[in-house]
């Protein structure tokens, strides 16, 4: 089935001889239970595509379907559900609140929802046992490694138990082993029905996915 369509979708930041012409027509197609690279030089327009997918950015033109369902165009308000639900977001470096601890990082996703104190208690302890890290609960992120936190964020962005993962540039400040303990939990996810999309440049990340996409000048190669 069909998760995730683009077609002639377009994006600009600025106006007249400024303008940035990020996106230039990308047409895309990414089906349910997928696990997608999408790879290109610096300035291809990668992170916006990932920003325009998860509901963050509104496309100039062309339209982005979810399930078949009609994205840009939505209010902020639809937007912001629409993510709560359906999206989660890794980035590479972690955007963990250095005060809260790691339990407290897990569960911000949940208190904006309508879940019960006990509810949130019940999956955020289910999280940190998934991801191992179940002894770092009450540790801070200044206390933890790249590894552990990247693994917090993994946790955070699995909180709401979304269809599809959003990760940007995941690996980008972990070492090699680290690296390859994270693309596994990727691919264990992914193997559990999770539609997993990656914006990466490295290679080895990418021979993780199903499938590369190649970003040029903001169109799909």
Known sequence: ????????????????????????GINLSIKEGEMVAVMGKSGSGKSTLLNVLGGL?????????????????LSQRQLSAFRSRKIGFI???????????????????????????????????ELLRQLEIYDKRDSHPYELSGGQCQRTAIARAL??????????????????????TIMEMFRQMNRAGKTIIIVTHDKSVADYCNRIVIIKDGMVQ
Request: negative net charge; hydrophobic residues 35%; without cysteine.
């Open 57 to 73: 950015v509104q496309v100039d033109e062309g339209e982005y379907l979810f399930e078949g369902s009609r994205i840009n165009g």
């Open 91 to 125: 980035l590479q470096y972690h955007a963990l609140l250095d005060d809260r601890t790691v339990f407290q990082n897990i569960a911000l996703p949940l208190q904006y929802g309508k879940s019960n104190k006990n509810a949130i208690s019940a999956r955020v302890e």
């Open 159 to 180: 909180a709401n138990n979304p269809d599809v993962l959003l990760a940007d540039e995941p690996t980008g400040s972990l070492d090699s082993h680290t690296e390859t």
């Open 1 to 24: 089935m069909e998760k995730i369509a683009l077609r002639n979708i377009k994006k600009s930041f600025g106006t007249g001889d400024r303008a940035v012409h990020a996106l230039q």
